[in-house]
């Protein structure tokens, strides 16, 4: 079994930075897979950003290329997003997600086992 709580949300202009984090309990999570996807109102849940439990070459959703970076601690239990020149329309509710052990990473909600809450991210014009 594993938690999440994501925090680092909040209110920022166009083209600042944010970090999201992602605390997670279990035992599990250093050997799972980690994604960051997001949900604007109205709008389907979309991948942003994955990183295998590996750490090895992440992936990221074509609208957060060279703008969005991913990275993990397993020492703290935490992935971090850091997201650089923010737009409006990455105004959204970001989630963290997790698979089952050595679970694959992939784009679709279906492929992750547990989820946070979720932060909001609001990017003013």
């Known amino acids: 079994q594993v938690q999440l709580v994501e925090s680092g949300g909040g209110l920022v202009q166009a083209g600042g930075s944010l970090r999201l984090s992602c605390a997670a309990s279990g035992r599990a999570f250093s050997i799972s897979t980690v994604a960051w996807f997001r949900q604007a109102p109205g709008k389907e849940r979309d991948f942003v950003a994955g990183i295998r439990w590996s750490g090895s070459i992440p992936d990221y959703g074509d609208a957060v290329k060279g703008r969005f970076t991913i990275s993990r601690d397993n020492a703290k239990n935490t992935v971090y997003l850091q997201m650089n020149i923010l737009k409006a329309e990455d105004t959204a509710v970001y989630y963290c997600?997790?698979?089952?052990?050595?679970?694959?990473?992939?784009?679709?909600?279906?492929?992750?086992?547990?989820w946070g809450q979720g932060t909001q991210v609001t990017v003013s014009s």
């Open positions: 997600a997790v698979t089952s052990a050595f679970g694959p990473l992939r784009p679709d909600v279906g492929g992750y086992h547990y």
